[in-house]
């Protein structure tokens, strides 16, 4: 069965920085895009990145482009988000959720999501 | 920036349809995708690609996509139905976007 695994949330201070991990399982992890999504305290789904099955083409949510780097690694079905740079703002709860194999967007698996919290 | 417009809420009595509408310009181009969450949990990818429904999926929820409106019906909704709604779909140049949500109250 399918399954992703988030890790790596916490708290940071303002200006600090964070590598999230996301372990697959269940699926070939290189055939698919993989996304990160996250959702701030009481608010809606907010999509953050994505990354491609070769890591050929990224994309990043004006949010956070700058800040966030996705990136993947095949041999260890891994998915990471590395966030640089943290704002008040970037408090949520952080989801990888895997895309389709031609497309970032179906979404049909989801992990249970990394808390992170950023204040002083 | 580009924007997907759902209703806040919408409230229906258990056995009626629930319809719940996500309006954005690129639709017509654009396929619309839609996730429900209950409360603590993460989402569950209920309808993609306008109108196709994963397995699992209960078949009275059903979605539709015509000019800039998709729409998610729930066909004789029930109670465990009760759920943050999103639509899910990209602008022109396929960036994704989440819709606001919307909170469907069965009672």
């Known amino acids: 069965q399918v399954q992703l695994v988030e890790s790596g949330g916490g708290l940071v201070k303002p200006g600090g920085s964070l590598r999230l991990s996301c372990a697959a399982s269940?699926?070939?992890?290189?055939?698919?895009?993989m996304n990160w999504i996250r959702q701030a305290p009481g608010k809606g789904l907010e999509w953050v990145s994505y990354?491609?099955?070769?890591?050929?083409?990224?994309n990043y949510a004006d949010s956070v482009k700058g800040r966030f780097t996705i990136s993947r690694d095949n041999a260890k079905n891994s998915l990471y988000l590395q966030i640089n740079s943290l704002r008040a703002e970037d408090t949520a709860v952080y989801y990888c959720?895997?895309?389709?194999?031609?497309?970032?967007?179906?979404?049909?698996?989801w992990g249970q999501g990394t808390q992170v919290t950023v204040s002083s | 920036s580009y924007e997907l417009t759902q209703p806040p809420s919408v409230s229906v009595s258990p056995g009626q349809t629930a319809r719940i509408t996500c309006s954005g310009d690129?639709?017509?181009?654009?396929?619309a995708y839609w996730f429900q969450q209950k409360s603590g949990q993460a989402p569950v990818l209920v309808i993609y690609?306008?109108?196709k429904r994963p397995s699992g999926i209960p078949e009275r929820f059903s979605g539709s996509s015509s000019g800039t409106m998709a729409t998610l019906t729930i066909s004789g909704a029930q109670v465990e139905d009760e759920a943050d709604y999103y639509c899910?779909?990209?602008?022109?140049?396929?960036?994704?976007?989440f819709g606001g949500g919307t909170k469907l109250t069965v009672l």
């Open positions: 269940g699926f070939t992890f290189s055939d698919y895009y």
């Open positions: 959720a895997r895309g389709g194999v031609d497309t970032s967007m179906v979404l049909d698996y």
């Open positions: 690609e306008d109108s």
């Open positions: 899910f779909s990209a602008d022109s140049s396929g960036n994704p976007v």
């Open positions: 690129a639709l017509p181009k654009k396929y």
């Open positions: 990354i491609s099955r070769s890591s050929s083409y990224t």
